[in-house]
Each structure stands twice: as C-alpha cells, then as structure tokens.
C-alpha cells in the first residue's frame, strides 16, 4: 500500500474550495475579455535552449527540466555528458509569450492584447505560503516598433475592474515611473549602477529604519551628502491620495533633467487617462518608492495592494518594458503588462479569512423518496437542466433527514422533493437550505421557480 | 538570436482557434456541472512512488520525469545512482483521481462526483496527431463499497448533452457490458485469460476480414469448433439500431450463464432508465464488439463515435471499474466515468473541417477618429463593459479603413465611430461587419442595441 500524498510546495483543494477558486479565474478571465484581451495557452513544457535564454541567474537555478523514460535513461548512461535534458517547465507566463510572439509575430495583429492564465514552476524551497506550481494570470498589450503610453493607463483599468469584482475588499493601484526615477537620481548625480544599489537601499527602508539607511547612503562605497540623501529619502516616501493630490505631488518634485520630466508628463497624461476611463481615485496613487526589475521595466510600474493587509504585499504587478522577445526575434517589440499570482493570493485570502469555501455549483439536489419515483426523478432532472440549472440527481432512495444533511453539507442550497401526495397535486416541495424555510409549487413552474431565487441571490451577492 | 519554437508533440494555437477551443471547453465544463459533478484539479507533478504503482508497462515507458537544476545535477554526480528521479508528470487523470480521492477520503461525500479537465502528458513518439501534452475532460461518480448501476445511465446523458451542445455533428453513444460478455464466453467454454486473447482476435475483424479471423481462432492456440466461431461472430457483430431494437437484440442472445443474465438486466435497466432521462435513441446503441481495457472495466463500456466521420475512432470513452484505488486504500471504491481527449479531438474536428476559426470574444471595437475623441471614447468603453460587452478601444487614431480592415481580421462584429457630426447629435454610428451594414443609435442606447444584436446571433446560433 503506497500512503497517498501530493508532492511538497503544491496547492490541491477539495471541491467547494476548488469552486470558489474556480470563480476567482472565472472572474479574472471575464474582466480580461471585457477589455478586449484574446487568449492564449503555450505548452508547459518549452525546449530548455528557448526558454533558458539568459545564463545563469537565481531564475535558471529553480528550473524543473523534464525527460521522458528512454531519454533519461540515455541520459544516465552517459553519466550527464549531453548536458541540459532538452525540455523544461515554465516559470513565468512572459518568457512563452516572448515565444509565442516571436514565433507567431507575421499571424498576429498588433498592439496584440493577450490573456494567459496558466500554472507556472519553480524549484522553490519548499515552505509554508511558497509554491513549486501555482496560476499566473497575465495580461499584456504588445506593439510592434512602438506602443503608445496610452496603453499604461488602460492596465490600472482593468486591475481596477478585476478587484472590484473579486470582491476581496479595498485596494489601491500604486505606480511609479522608471523615467521619473532614473531622472530623479541623475539629477541628484547618482548614475548607471549606482541608481540600482542605492534603491535597494531605499527598499530597506522599512526594515531597518531611516537611520540605519542614512548612515549607509553616508557612508563608504556610497558616499552621498546628507542634503542628497534627504532628498532622496523624500522622494521615495511621496505617496499621494486621490487624483488633485497626485497631480499636485508631482509638480512639487520640481525641475529635473529631461528624462525626469519625460517621466512627468507620461504620468501626468496617465492620470487623465484614468479619469477619463471612470476608476475611482481612491483606487490609485502614487508611490515613489516601487522599483521592480529594474533591468525589465523602462516605463510606467504597478504594484496593488489590500489595504487593509498591506502584509500581503503586492497581488497584482507588472509595468512597461522595451523590448519583448529580443532573443528571439529582431523586431522590437514593446510592451505593458501585469500579472496575478493567483494561487499565492488565494492561499492568502484563505489564511485572512477573506474568502471561504464556496457554495455548491449544484443549484439543485433532487430528492429520492422510493423507486418508484425514480422514472420521473430523471426526466424532471432534466427539464431542470434544460432551463440552467444545475442538478444532482439522488439515485437510490435514502432517508429524507440524510438527503438534507448532504446536500447541506455540501453547500447545495435546494432540495426538491415529490411524494405521492405532492405527485397527485402536480406540485414538488422545494427546501430552501439558505432560508430554512420550504414552500410548495407547480411542477411546472418549478425551473423558473429556481431561477428567479438564484437570480436573486447574485444580485444581492453583487451589491454586497 | 534563437529560433523560436515549441517542443514537438504539442498544441499551440492562434488566438482565433484559441477561443474556438475555449468555448469547447466552457461547454464541456457547464454540461458537466449541469449533472451535478464538482470540479477537481491536481497538480501536473505528482510523486513517481505515488504515480507508477504499477510495475512495467506501456505507459510507464512513456512517462515525464521531473528534476529542479539542484537535483538533476546531483543525481548526475552520483551517475544516477538514486535511482528514478522523485516527480513525474501525470499521463492521465484517473490516478491521480484514484490518488486524491484516497487521500482525501474522509473529506469527500460520496457517491463523489467530479470532474476534471486539465493536460495529461505522455512522451509518445512523435507524429501527425500525436500529442505530448493534451487535454483530458473526465468525469466520474466514485462510490464507496458499492455504487448503483444506475449511475451507469446517467453517464450517456451526460455525453449526449456535452456532444449535443457542442453541435459537431451526429454522434452515437455504443455500449457493452463486460459481464454480458465474460458470461457470454463462459457459456462458449472459453474462460479466464482465452477470453481477452479471443477478444483481440474478434477486434481485428474489420481489418483482417472474416476468414482470417476464422482461421486462426480454429487454429492452434485456440482450436474452437466452427459453431462456437460462428457464435462468436454473430455476438460480436451485434449492434442495435432504435431502443425497442437494442431491448429485442438483447431478448435474441437467448440463456446464458447467471453472469451473462446480471449483465444483461443491467443492461435492459440502463436502457429503461435512458428512456426516462430522455436521451434520443438515435443516440445510443448496443456495440457487442466493444472491449476496452479488459483489465480494469468491469461493467458497462462506453465508446462514442461521430457518424459521418467513423475514421476519427471513439471520441468519449469509459466505463464502470470494480475499484479505483487498490493501491492507496483498504477502502473498497467502485465507480464509472468517461474521458474525452480535447486536444486530439479539437485536432481532428479542425481536420475535418468540423470547427473553423471562432468569431474574436471582443464584441465591439471602439474606432478611434482623432485625438480629440480619446476621453469620450475610454468613458464610453467602460460604460459598454459594465453592461456586459467585451470592448476593445482603439487607442491612437488610424484611418478608419484600416480600424474596419483589422476589426474584420480579428473577427470583431462591431465597429463604432463618433466623428463631430454624430457627437453633436449624441448618436454613434455603428457598422455591423457581419452583416456588412451599418446604422445610426443614440448613445444611451449604444449598450443595450448590441446586446439585443448578439443576443439574437447567440439564440440563432442555438438553433443551427
């Protein structure tokens, strides 16, 4: 006997969790479509020589590489001497893209909005909340030469969009600008790789204090004055609270060199584009203090967060790059984007208590009283389906009292039953689970009997 | 510069055909859900100590193996000496149902009702049509320690209405009975192990011929007399037309051996029981010469074909297994269920010309004149996708004939423009590519004239 057990680093859910999972994906997929992103899926495993384009790298170190039987077998007689195993697992949904894009660039249309929402792999160290598989749900616009900025500031509309509808509480759209940014420290005379080491130290901020952060800036292989490092440290906390005060910050950096005002004025534009499409201003802000790949990202960076669980971090990121797919193609292709990690989020929310295990996708548990009754259990099933819903059939009679505890055990809000009586009146009693309470009606008019309360209940579910 | 490729053996597929194979499997999914089964996803990776239970074999010969970087370089080191690397791919989903369920026995209600449809991997030898990595979409009602045959007959409902909806021609669900047939073969003297040799030579009837056949079944090794040849022949020949006809062709075998009767009476209750549920008869019938994995089916065997196209082979396959986790539990688990190979099938259809190139899932394309029309077309967008339409806004401002030229590309139905003449009268004109007309709306009632318009074409597309 073999103990059953999934690998370690993996999610599996039972099936009311997978449900309301399910609902999240079907969520975010929804939202993509409404902002016209097509879908795509790639295979998840890529030929290592395509998808491990830069040598080295923490990335490359949390590979999994895949060989079928004959070919590790082949493999190990050789003790390794063929080098990497010809296939590998994917993990991120951009380095497929770059593929996909390059691979299938004279097919495509641009700017070519795709959606991918796939699972991803990392050899991770195994630990509590780290994922070897888990979703990814990616959009991102890609042009062809060139892409307008316009472009960055439909990106925080559809983040908006997909987290007002996840429902999973408030949140707001941080961005920064790697133009600003560079800009920024340019002017302060700070240059090359001194911007990157000297972020880095920002992002300590909160960590190890303001002091502690100082006094590293001031000190050897840095060697920043205090009135720099002030400026420094003031810009990197600027964070603004709704649009006046967005526009407002930004004017109050000042003057800088020409990229820093490049940097400005796309954000400035993106702002109005942001009204303009309607998103709340408490939904974005800016926050000078986000990097993000900085050897990716060249424009526009987005960092979402709950904010009433800032300790979440980051559940949806992304931002502006130059050049997707420069490995594969010539054609420089553009592009902005952002990503969900989906299955770290949902673990997150589970751990808050933010989202719980979801009702049955079964509307409708049709009760069995005797055999008799199974003949017309079927066929009324099956109007029942006909018209939406969606129904478990009981098939072997079982006491009414068991029939009820399932279905409430399994989150199944109905339950219809038909006794003689009921049958010699044309009409079933329906259990309403939910509401304790149980009425009586028409056998006929019973799907849209249903209907109506489910209908009911997804408005309400939408208002709340 | 690498060339950008995918591994051979897999599916990759343009966003047009990406949308074709999404609504397949939307359709799949919502029909499985209408019959009550609850969704399930395992991970792609599982244990190799868990996954291979079983010694030796075909599939086994075919199985991914997985290694992070850290591991394969280790197990390299020590010249392979651990022996099978520690993960593997899945390359179906019933073990790693078999798997799930034993594992999360005390959790699950039963008769347990899932679905699930995700990839399934199999290093098979690469050739036209052959796939890697591809889609499976089972179903399957797990029991504990017993399980009715009445699940039996629900199971064809749910192939009918998956096949019926997906609307890709005339199909027809053929069945046998296992125990129809072993006590068929009893009754002819042929037992144990000859049994499943004869069935192989009985399935090579339609390639060798009769004669053939004949001949080696009275030939050394199996030395049967003419009459039970003859016998043998006409059972296997045995296909039934119409429910009154599969009833009569039943009642015509004549005795049998008390297991040939149990098979038979189940038989005649799941026809009875098709009736109620009201599947069509024309799409189900009695097929004597269907086998199917001998080893592990023990009761009804399902195979489903298109009747115009007999050459793509069984489309939905399964049947009723005695127990489905011997290896991971002492708890007895009989159960039923069937599978369809999305990929393979969605391969073949595409051949056929049977799915061609979806319409986009993008609704509407917002036309984009001049600069001065951005703001009001982002607000317009968005207040199209609160009322439900999928949008995509044309951003930068392109000759219309080149927005009509894309849109009609990329499948998108709708174009709407607003120059200054519409503006000023509050209407948008509307250019319909399908009908290739176009018409004048006032604004306001923008959202809900296009919903009416796709909502016909849905309904339309219904009835074809």
Same mark, same amino acid.
Request: hydrophobic share 40%; with cysteine.
């Given at each position: 006997?073999?103990?059953?057990? #999934?690998?370690?680093?993996?999610?599996?859910?039972?099936?009311?969790?997978?449900?309301?999972?399910?609902?999240?994906?079907?969520?975010?997929?929804?939202?993509?479509?409404?902002?016209? +992103?097509?879908?795509?899926?790639?295979?998840?495993?890529?030929?290592?020589?395509?998808?491990?384009?830069?040598?080295?790298?923490? #990335?490359?170190?949390?590979?999994?590489?895949?060989?079928?039987?004959?070919?590790?077998?082949?493999?190990?007689?050789?003790?390794?001497?063929?080098?990497?195993?010809?296939?590998?697992?994917?993990?991120?949904?951009?380095?497929?893209?770059?593929?996909?894009?390059?691979?299938?660039?004279?097919?495509?249309?641009?700017?070519?909005?795709?959606?991918?929402?796939?699972?991803?792999?990392?050899?991770?160290?195994?630990?509590?909340?780290? +994922?070897?598989?888990?979703?990814?749900?990616?959009?991102?616009?890609?042009?062809?030469?060139?892409?307008?900025?316009?472009?960055?500031?439909?990106?925080?509309?559809?983040?908006?969009?997909?987290?007002?509808?996840?429902?999973?509480?408030?949140?707001?759209?941080?961005?920064?600008?790697?133009?600003?940014?560079?800009?920024?420290?340019?002017?302060?005379?700070?240059?090359?790789?001194?911007?990157?080491?000297?972020?880095?130290?920002?992002?300590?901020?909160?960590?190890?204090?303001?002091?502690?952060?100082?006094?590293?800036?001031?000190?050897?292989?840095?060697?920043?004055?205090?009135?720099?490092?002030?400026?420094?440290?003031?810009?990197?906390? %600027?964070?603004?609270?709704?649009?006046?005060?967005?526009?407002?910050?930004?004017?109050?950096?000042?003057?800088? #060199?020409?990229? +820093?005002?490049?940097?400005?004025?796309?954000?400035?534009?993106?702002?109005?584009?942001?009204?303009?499409?309607?998103?709340?201003?408490?939904?974005?802000?800016?926050?000078?203090?986000?990097?993000?790949?900085?050897?990716?990202?060249?424009?526009?960076?987005?960092?979402?967060?709950?904010?009433?669980?800032?300790?979440?971090?980051?559940?949806?990121?992304?931002?502006?790059?130059?050049?997707?797919?420069?490995?594969?193609?010539?054609?420089?292709?553009?592009?902005?984007?952002?990503?969900?990690?989906?299955?770290?989020?949902?673990?997150?929310?589970?751990?808050?208590?933010?989202?719980?295990?979801?009702?049955?996708?079964?509307?409708?548990?049709?009760?069995?009283?005797?055999?008799?009754?199974?003949?017309?259990?079927?066929?009324?099933?099956?109007?029942?389906?006909?018209?939406?819903?969606? %129904? !478990?059939?009981?098939?072997?009679?079982?006491?009414?009292?068991?029939?009820?505890?399932?279905?409430?055990?399994?989150?199944?809000?109905?339950?219809?039953?038909?006794?003689?009586?009921?049958?010699?009146?044309?009409?079933?009693?329906?259990?309403?689970?939910?509401?304790?309470?149980?009425?009586?009606?028409?056998?006929? !008019?019973?799907?849209?009997?249903?209907?109506? !309360?489910?209908?009911?209940?997804?408005?309400?579910?939408?208002?709340?």
């Amino acid at each position: 006997m073999i103990k059953p057990r #999934t690998p370690a680093g993996v999610m599996e859910l039972l099936p009311r969790d997978q449900i309301a999972f399910q609902r999240m994906l079907d969520t975010i997929r929804q939202t993509f479509e409404r902002f016209g +992103f097509l879908p795509v899926e790639t295979p998840v495993m890529e030929l290592s020589e395509v998808l491990l384009t830069k040598s080295g790298g923490e #990335t490359e170190r949390q590979v999994y590489f895949v060989q079928s039987t004959g070919a590790l077998e082949k493999s190990l007689d050789k003790g390794g001497a063929d080098g990497l195993p010809e296939l590998a697992l994917r993990f991120d949904l951009t380095v497929p893209l770059a593929r996909y894009v390059a691979e299938h660039e004279h097919d495509l249309a641009f700017p070519f909005r795709r959606y991918q929402m796939q699972r991803v792999y990392r050899g991770e160290r195994a630990q509590r909340g780290r +994922f070897r598989e888990f979703y990814q749900c990616d959009i991102d616009v890609i042009g062809k030469d060139s892409l307008s900025p316009r472009f960055d500031a439909e990106i925080p509309a559809v983040i908006a969009a997909v987290f007002e509808r996840l429902a999973i509480g408030e949140f707001t759209i941080q961005f920064n600008h790697r133009k600003l940014l560079r800009g920024y420290f340019e002017g302060l005379g700070i240059e090359g790789e001194a911007q990157l080491l000297v972020l880095r130290e920002l992002d300590k901020l909160d960590k190890r204090g303001a002091d502690a952060v100082r006094e590293t800036l001031a000190g050897e292989g840095f060697g920043l004055g205090a009135e720099v490092i002030d400026k420094l440290m003031a810009f990197s906390q %600027v964070r603004s609270h709704g649009h006046a005060d967005a526009l407002a910050k930004l004017d109050a950096l000042g003057a800088g #060199t020409p990229l +820093f005002d490049e940097g400005r004025e796309e954000l400035r534009t993106i702002l109005d584009q942001l009204k303009a499409l309607g998103v709340a201003e408490s939904r974005y802000a800016l926050n000078l203090s986000i990097a993000r790949g900085l050897d990716y990202y060249t424009g526009i960076v987005y960092e979402t967060t709950l904010d009433a669980y800032p300790q979440i971090g980051s559940i949806c990121s992304g931002g502006r790059y130059d050049n997707l797919a420069g490995h594969y193609t010539k054609s420089k292709l553009p592009g902005v984007g952002i990503s969900i990690g989906l299955t770290r989020l949902f673990y997150q929310l589970q751990d808050a208590g933010l989202v719980g295990t979801a009702d049955s996708s079964v509307d409708v548990l049709l009760a069995l009283l005797d055999d008799a009754g199974l003949a017309h259990a079927l066929a009324l099933s099956q109007r029942l389906r006909a018209a939406g819903l969606n %129904v !478990e059939t009981q098939l072997e009679p079982r006491k009414l009292a068991k029939q009820f505890q399932y279905a409430d055990k399994a989150g199944i809000r109905f339950v219809v039953m038909r006794g003689e009586d009921e049958a010699a009146r044309g009409v079933v009693t329906v259990k309403d689970l939910r509401r304790g309470e149980q009425f009586e009606v028409a056998e006929a !008019e019973l799907a849209a009997a249903l209907l109506v !309360e489910r209908e009911q209940l997804r408005s309400a579910a939408g208002k709340a």
